[in-house]
């Protein structure tokens, strides 16, 4: 089955700076690959994603970017607000046509710091 | 999207009694619903996939005898803690997918065994 990993577990960065998580993952015939952030205590919030044909996504602060050969994923976030502080998981998941099991990442623990 | 609701948002419970989870779909005939568990400070573990008006499929390591999945509507999927222990204390979330690859996650089930 897939296997996703994700690093760094924990990343503190000053108001203003640029945040970067990298995952990756085992199964190449995944093809869909959200990002969440969480919240303590609340359900996950997609905040962005990428399919496998495209190579890089934008929206407004955040962009994801994909490297199928390597099996890699990377989240960047400019920037970084206190906001935005939380928990960050990748995934990686195969539709199959009627639904697409989604294995996560272990988890990045975002501080922004004033 | 797709508007999820988990009823209870938190439950205590007595070690030996069942607890019962209940998440709907409430704008949308969902045909699969997945059931997660998140203990603290870890990631989303999937522990089965639930599709109406079959059996649902079980992740290796989950006891299908121990967690009971009920999909009997395109609605409402339910999920039974027999027996429940303080190790089954968790966080239990579900998500529906609407055929494509994204899923809608409900905002969760805190479950405390004593």
């Known amino acids: 089955g897939e296997n996703v990993e994700q690093h760094p577990s924990t990343l503190s960065v000053q108001e203003g700076d640029s945040a970067v998580i990298k995952c990756t993952y085992s199964?190449?015939?995944?093809?869909?690959f959200p990002w969440y952030k969480q919240e303590l205590g609340k359900r996950p919030q997609l905040i962005i994603d990428?399919?496998?044909?495209?190579g890089e996504k934008k929206d407004q602060r955040i962009a994801v970017t994909l490297n199928k050969t390597a099996k890699h994923f990377s989240l960047h976030i400019t920037e970084t607000q206190p906001e935005d502080s939380a928990v960050y998981f990748c995934?990686?998941?195969?539709?199959?046509?009627?639904?697409?099991?989604?294995?996560f990442g272990t988890g990045t623990r975002l501080q922004v710091t004033l | 999207g797709a508007v999820v609701s988990q009823h209870p948002s938190w439950v205590i419970c007595k070690s030996g009694t069942s607890v019962k989870i209940e998440c709907r779909s409430l704008?949308?005939?969902?045909?699969?619903m997945f059931w997660y568990r998140q203990f603290p400070k870890q990631s989303l573990m999937l522990m089965a996939t639930?599709?109406?008006?079959?059996?649902?499929?079980?992740e290796q390591g989950v006891e299908k005898d121990k967690f009971l999945i009920n999909h009997a509507s395109l609605t409402l999927s339910t999920l039974t803690v027999t027996s429940a222990h303080p190790e089954d204390s968790s966080f239990y979330i579900c998500?529906?997918?609407?055929?494509?690859?994204?899923?809608?996650f409900g905002p969760g089930t805190r479950l405390t065994v004593l």
């Open positions: 995934a990686a998941s195969f539709h199959t046509g009627t639904a697409s099991k989604l294995t």
């Open positions: 199964d190449s015939a995944s093809n869909y």
């Open positions: 990428i399919r496998s044909n495209v």
């Open positions: 704008d949308f005939q969902a045909t699969t």
């Open positions: 639930s599709n109406e008006g079959s059996k649902a499929t079980y």
């Open positions: 998500s529906l997918g609407r055929g494509g690859n994204e899923q809608f």
